[in-house]
């Protein structure tokens, strides 16, 4: 890795002055570092870049944050095919490679090559409105097709490639990836998966019904979800969400396919650690905190 991008969550200034270090001591390694917007400005650096800047432009991108920043930041890097280097600065980092304590022996690992490039699918999700694509969004955790918080029930048909599944009432659906079954799928009741394979999680959300299970199927699938909306409905009854942060209203006759993306999340691995260690050291602490 011979340039590097650093993003930095503009809420997590806390760790500024272990990103002033990190970044003094890449310049002594002679790293070519950008620094995105935020960070520049908080390093009071001439040329700050946006993160599509420091995707097109660098080798990889260490992005200093929690999983909400990691989220975000791999939606618009991923196109790029350029892999990510996640930071814990928030609470859990599921998706983040090194704490602070470690930073600066990952650092020297990354940049002595002695690292590996792990991929992730990434999932698609169009909102039809008319036999139209009206809306796309591509995420890494999750699909969620839900009722606001002051509807009620709904009814939401769901099919895997043109055949009916089930039509549920419940709250909403989740159709997630193998990364977002550590997210609210869990909460709702999904299966864990490894995020090395690729395939899809169906998991109804309060299913008003005794004979609701979550489904995986294949990453060759593409899967419909049609709410039965009511024409009469307020705005915002139902909504689509990306990752818990990217939104769109649904109304009455719209259809969300979601199918395995184009394009998938890289994230550099200097640890060697596995999926069942990193589920038992921050599943664990969780508990504890939340205690």
Known sequence: MKRIGIW????????????????????????????GNECAKALG??????????????DCVMVWGGDGTILSCVRTVAPFGKPVY???AGR??????????????????????????????????????????IKKFWGLNDAVISKSALSRLIRIKVYADGELINAYPADGVIVASPTGSTAYSLSAGGPLVAPGLDLMIITPICPHTLSARPLVVSPNS??????QIKDNAFDGEVMLTVDGQCGYV????????????????????????????????????WNRVDA
Request: charged share 30%; glycine share 4%; net charge positive.
């Open 8 to 35: 930095l969550n503009k809420r997590k200034y806390s760790v500024l002055p272990t990103v002033k270090k990190a970044y003094s001591w890449l310049k002594e390694k002679n790293i070519d570092i950008l620094l």
């Open 86 to 88: 996640g930071v814990n």
């Open 45 to 58: 650096a001439d040329n700050g870049y946006s993160l599509k800047e420091l995707a097109e432009n660098t």
């Open 222 to 227: 593409t899967i419909s979800v049609i709410p």
């Open 250 to 285: 649904l109304k009455p006759g719209d259809e969300v396919r979601v199918c395995c993306a184009p394009y998938r999340a890289k994230f550099i691995r200097t640890q060697k650690r596995s999926f069942y260690k990193i589920l038992r050291d921050k599943l664990e602490e």
């Open 92 to 133: 859990l980092g599921f998706l983040t490679e090194v704490d602070i304590p470690d930073l600066f022996v990952g650092m020297e690992r990354l940049i002595n090559g002695e690292h590996v490039i792990e991929e992730r699918m990434m999932i698609e999700s169009a909102v039809y409105r008319e036999n139209r694509i």
